[in-house]
C-alpha cells in the first residue's frame, strides 16, 4: 500500500494527490452545509425581522457565497500540489477569473433585487409609463457594465496587460462600428418611441404585418404578443422605418352592418326596423355609445338597404357587444315579421 501511495503522477505522489483530492471535497461539503445552514435556519431567523434588507442580503449572497466557498476549497487542494512555476500561473490565473465573475454575480443579483425591492414599486405608483419603459433598460445596462468590468478585472487578474487589451479594443472599434449599424439604428428606433410615443406597454399595434399587444420595450428590440398568443419580438428601427397603427388610440370601434330587407316591404316596416335598431343602441348603453346612424340608403338588386352604423365603446368587449347586437337585431326583426333578404332573381317569362 506505501508502495502505491508513493508512486509519483505528474509530480506529486498519490498519497498527495488523495490529500488534495480530499481537501477539495470537504470544501464542497462544506459548502453544501452552509447552504443547508442557510435555507433552513439563517433565512428563518431574517424572515422574522421588520426590515427586509436582511432577507435581500442573504438571498443574494447565498448562491456566490457556497460557489465562492467551493471554489475556494478546490484552489486549497489543488494548491496543496506541486507543479512548474508556469502551471501553477494558470492555475492560479483560472481560479483568479472564476472567483471574479462570482463577484460580479453577486453584485448583479444585488442590483436585481434591490431594484425589485425598492425602485420598481415606487415606479409602479407613477402616472407615466415612461419610467415603466426605462426601468428594463437602465437594468440591463447597467448589468452588461458590470460584466464588462469583470472582465476587465478577470482578464487584469489573469496577468493580462489591460492597456493592451483596451488598445486592442480601439482598434477594432471602426470594424465594430460597422458591424453594428443594425444595433445604432435600433438604439435610435428606441428613442423615436421615447420622444414620439407611438404607443406604450399595454397598447395593441400593427407594424410590419405583426397585430398584437406590447409587451416589452427593449433596447434593441420590442416584443409584441400577437392575437395568436404568439410572441413576436421586433427590432426598433422597424418603427422609425414604417408606419405604426395604434388599435388602443381609437376613441371606439365603428362597426357597420348593411342590412337587407325584402322589397315586399313597405315603408311603414322600413322604418319600424330603422326604430328597432336605435331601441338596440339604447339598451346597450354600457357598451355602445349614443346616437347611432341608421338610415334607407339604397335600393338593391334584390334588397331595401338599410345602413346601421353604432360605435363600441372604449374597454368594452367588442365580439360580445357584436354578438349581442346581431342577436337582438334577428330576434327583433322576427318578432315584428321585418324579413332579411337573401340573393334572389326574379325570370320574366314572356310570351310572345
Do not use: C
Not at 397603427?245 to 315603408?267: A, F, H, I, Q, W
Not at 326604430?275 to 340608403?297: T, W
Request: hydrophobic share 50%; charged share 20%.
Amino acid at each position: 500500500m506505501e508502495n502505491f501511495l508513493a508512486n509519483s503522477f505528474l509530480g506529486n505522489s498519490v498519497k498527495d494527490w488523495l490529500i488534495a483530492l480530499g481537501i477539495a471535497l470537504g470544501a464542497i461539503v462544506v459548502a453544501r452545509t452552509l447552504y443547508w445552514v442557510m435555507e433552513n435556519y439563517i433565512k428563518k431567523l431574517t424572515e422574522k425581522t421588520e426590515t427586509k434588507i436582511d432577507d435581500i442580503l442573504i438571498n443574494t449572497v447565498e448562491r456566490p457565497m457556497v460557489a465562492a466557498s467551493g471554489i475556494a476549497g478546490v484552489w486549497f487542494g489543488v494548491n496543496y500540489l506541486s507543479f512548474s512555476e508556469s502551471i501553477d500561473h494558470w492555475i492560479n490565473a483560472f481560479f483568479a477569473v472564476i472567483i471574479t465573475f462570482i463577484g460580479a454575480w453577486l453584485v448583479t443579483r444585488l442590483f436585481d433585487s434591490l431594484v425589485d425591492e425598492y425602485l420598481a414599486p415606487i415606479l409602479a405608483d407613477t402616472e407615466t409609463d415612461l419610467d415603466d419603459i426605462l426601468l428594463p433598460i437602465v437594468r440591463r445596462g447597467v448589468k452588461i457594465i458590470i460584466w464588462i468590468m469583470a472582465v476587465i478585472m478577470a482578464l487584469d487578474n489573469a496577468g493580462y496587460d489591460i492597456t493592451t487589451v483596451l488598445a486592442g479594443l480601439g482598434v477594432g472599434g471602426l470594424a465594430l462600428a460597422l458591424a453594428a449599424q443594425d444595433s445604432a439604428k435600433n438604439i435610435f428606433g428606441v428613442f423615436t418611441i421615447f420622444t414620439d410615443t407611438p404607443f406604450k406597454l399595454g397598447d395593441r399595434v400593427k407594424v410590419s404585418g405583426h397585430d398584437g399587444t406590447v409587451t416589452e420595450i427593449g433596447l434593441r428590440s420590442t416584443k409584441i404578443k400577437t392575437l395568436e398568443g404568439r410572441i413576436v419580438v421586433v427590432p426598433n428601427s422597424k418603427f422609425s422605418d414604417n408606419a405604426i397603427e395604434n388599435v388602443s388610440s381609437e376613441p371606439s370601434r365603428k362597426v357597420v352592418l348593411n342590412l337587407g330587407l325584402t322589397y315586399d316591404m313597405d315603408d311603414t316596416k322600413v322604418e319600424e326596423a330603422m326604430q328597432i335598431l336605435r331601441d338596440i343602441v339604447g339598451e346597450n348603453g354600457e357598451a355602445i355609445e349614443e346616437k347611432p346612424s341608421v338610415g334607407f340608403n339604397a335600393f338593391g338588386d334584390f334588397a331595401l338597404n338599410v345602413v346601421f352604423v353604432y360605435y363600441i365603446k372604449k374597454g368594452a368587449d367588442i365580439l360580445g357587444t357584436q354578438t349581442a347586437v346581431n342577436l337582438a337585431i334577428l330576434k327583433r326583426f322576427g318578432e315584428k315579421g321585418i324579413e332579411l333578404a337573401f340573393p334572389t332573381q326574379t325570370i320574366l317569362n314572356k310570351k310572345v
